[in-house]
Nanobody, 115 residues
Framework: QVHLVESGGGLVQPGGSLRLSCAASGSIFSPNVMGWYRQAPGKQRELVATITSVGSTDYLTSVKGRFTISRDNAQNTVYLQMNSLKPEDTAVYYC?????????WGQGTQVTVSS
């Protein structure tokens, strides 16, 4: 079993920055993929960024150049640095870990971009 705890969400003005963290505990095996998804009100959950255990990354087109995903394998933690935030980035952000065929989700953290 894997437990994920997210932190770092909040309210920020347009153009501002936030850093999300997701700490994983439990049976963390490699290789694995850690990532961030988001869901805005009335919309489907979408992939924001993923990173493999060897550091390969993938991003949603609309966040490329603004968001950076990284991970600390020793701490089993994944981060999402979000810069130049826009109102359309407002959503609940969820951490996801894929270990072999098992998927684990965090509880979500709210990010609100508003003036």
């Amino acid at each position: 079993q894997v437990h994920l705890v997210e932190s770092g969400g909040g309210l920020v003005q347009p153009g501002g920055s936030l850093r999300l963290s997701c700490a994983a505990s439990g049976s963390i095996f490699s290789p694995n993929v850690m990532g961030w998804y988001r869901q805005a009100p009335g919309k489907q959950r979408e992939l924001v960024a993923t990173i493999t255990s060897v550091g390969s990354t993938d991003y949603l087109t609309s966040v490329k150049g603004r968001f950076t995903i990284s991970r600390d394998n020793a701490q089993n933690t994944v981060y999402l640095q979000m810069n130049s935030l826009k109102p359309e980035d407002t959503a609940v952000y969820y951490c996801k870990v894929l270990i072999f065929a098992s998927i684990y989700w965090g509880q979500g953290t709210q990010v609100t971009v508003s003036s």
